[in-house]
């Protein structure tokens, strides 16, 4: 008998065909997010935002940056992944609860701060971790998406610099996906196939 | 009840501390990885190499490029995930089987050669897809792992440069983590803290 999540894993495709008839409720979204947040961050930065586009002005303005893909009108629901540069002087708050529980010494989190302010100072490896935190809480709501019977659609073609101007991010801010939520209509491709494993896996 | 891949996602941690008298049999970590190359990529580029880290002779390596963190150590395996600037001309290779299928038209594929070729012309652009593309596979890999029972433990801060000369990454390749998969020891953290879905969720 396979696991459920390994089946999940497995069967698992991009959809890019959304029954435009089925909504989410805010509440619906919201736990979305709450779920894609338990994702891992460098330091618990937690550099990510989420704008849930789903009202028929919002996704006509998201599809034309998104190169007029029907699905941003479609599914349910559109996010804008947004990974941050991060921050060290945000960090001290992000890790206070946990300070506050006593598990984590007030020192090592000043520890943590600085390690922040001189890992992140080169603009490249500031990017990277916007792109890589965002990633993270979009790959984690994907599967939670899917473990709640929904099909999901994520997008890398789009205006990067369209989508930061009509959605006012920030300049530290970059939006790294697009991803559908919604139910997937008929006609989808199946999973496209996989390179061989023996072919991306090598040991040492 | 509370759905099982929901549990996990809500229930996961990072852990630092591994049991070094645990060990995965190479089926079990080829096992990892082909489930990790279930995630989605752009265009099915599949831009990316995983390197199982499992002999004390690499993993001694590692560790000296990861500061010295124990964990490299003491956990079964330490993957090394690799994103690759996307190239191309292996997408024909990668989308072959499936066009063959008749599924996808020999245009289409041609198609998305081109747009691959022009969307990733600029450096920077190419860099954060080996980033996307890679982070996708390692939180499928977490995820893949988790269910089956393991824990896991990414690492963003390492010496990037050196991993890529002492374990023989091409010049467009990145590596984007180091992911460490065994079992937990005790004495790990619990979850940290999240900040509110309200903090960093908003609605258009």
Chains 1, 2 share one sequence.
Do not use: C
Not at 95 to 103: A, N
């Amino acid at each position: 008998m396979t696991n459920p999540m390994i089946a999940l894993i497995e069967q698992r495709v991009s959809a890019n065909l959304f029954d435009a008839t089925h909504e989410l409720a805010d509440a619906q979204i919201e736990e979305l997010v709450r779920l894609a947040t338990r994702a891992p961050t460098a330091y618990n930065l937690q550099n990510w935002r989420f704008i849930a586009v789903r009202t028929p002005e919002g996704k006509a303005r998201l599809r034309r940056l998104a190169y007029g893909q029907a699905k941003v009108l479609e599914a349910a629901v559109t996010f804008i992944v947004i990974g941050q540069h991060p921050d060290h002087r945000a960090l001290a708050e992000r890790l206070r609860p946990f300070v506050d529980t006593g598990l984590m010494h007030a020192e090592t989190a000043s520890g943590w701060q600085e390690s922040v302010r001189t890992q992140y100072a080169d603009a490249k490896a500031a990017r990277d971790e916007a792109v890589r935190s965002a990633t993270l809480g979009a790959a984690t709501l994907i599967y939670a998406a899917e473990a709640q019977g929904l099909s999901t659609g994520p997008m890398g073609g789009f205006d990067a610099d369209g989508v930061s101007r009509e959605f006012d991010l920030g300049p530290d801010e970059v939006p790294v996906m697009l991803l559908a939520v919604g139910r997937a209509a008929t006609g989808n491709w199946p999973q496209k196939s996989r390179r061989a494993t023996g072919e991306v896996l090598h040991f040492s």
